[in-house]
């Protein structure tokens, strides 16, 4: 049984839960983030770890040098630094990245994965790969959702603004 079908209509009542985009999306984000705990367990990561850990892969696959200034991770990721700090020094205590200041510019730190964040990547792309193939929904549905979850953020405006 579907979550709409599951919760009653509200006779169009704007605040039927049913009819909350915001619940909609706090429920799909949970669901999601459980969905992944396999694979976070197996790599021994959390969740924030993860996403650090794509924007690193993503530089290295682009044939960039691999290190992110610390201010443009925040940035693509949307946390401050209060929250990114104390992550990315469990990763490197972790081994998964170095911090570095930039040697043409001491106030930037500089991320950079390890071998063994660079390990992780392939067991991640495989464990993604075969949840999309597995899971009844195809890649269209998901690109088209994605591609709208991004145009509803343009216009709330990004977390934290």
């Known amino acids: ?14 605040l039927a839960l049913n009819r909350q985009l915001c619940f909609a999306l706090y429920a799909a984000s949970r669901a999601m983030t459980r969905a992944y ?5 197996e790599l021994d990561i959390t969740y924030p ?9 993503e530089a290295e696959q682009s044939g960039a040098a691999g290190d992110v200034g610390v201010g ?14 104390p992550l990315l020094k469990r990763m ?8 570095r200041r930039d040697s043409r510019d001491e106030r930037i730190t500089l991320v950079a994965l390890t071998e063994a964040g660079r390990r992780l990547r392939p067991r991640a792309r495989d464990w993604v790969e075969s949840q999309l ?4 929904v195809s890649r269209a549905d998901v690109e088209q959702l994605r ?7 343009e216009e709330i405006g990004p977390v934290g603004q």
Do not use: F, H, N
């Open 72 to 85: 443009a991770l925040g940035r693509q990721l949307m946390l401050d630094s209060g929250t990114l700090t």
């Open 1 to 14: 049984m579907s979550r709409e079908s599951a919760l009653p209509c509200g006779d169009g009542d704007p």
């Open 147 to 153: 591609a709208g979850l991004w145009r509803l953020l």
């Open 49 to 57: 770890q993860y996403l650090v850990l794509l924007v690193l892969w």
């Open 92 to 99: 490197e205590g972790s081994g998964l990245l170095t911090r």
């Open 37 to 41: 705990q396999p694979m976070l367990r």
């Open 133 to 136: 193939d597995g899971s009844g």
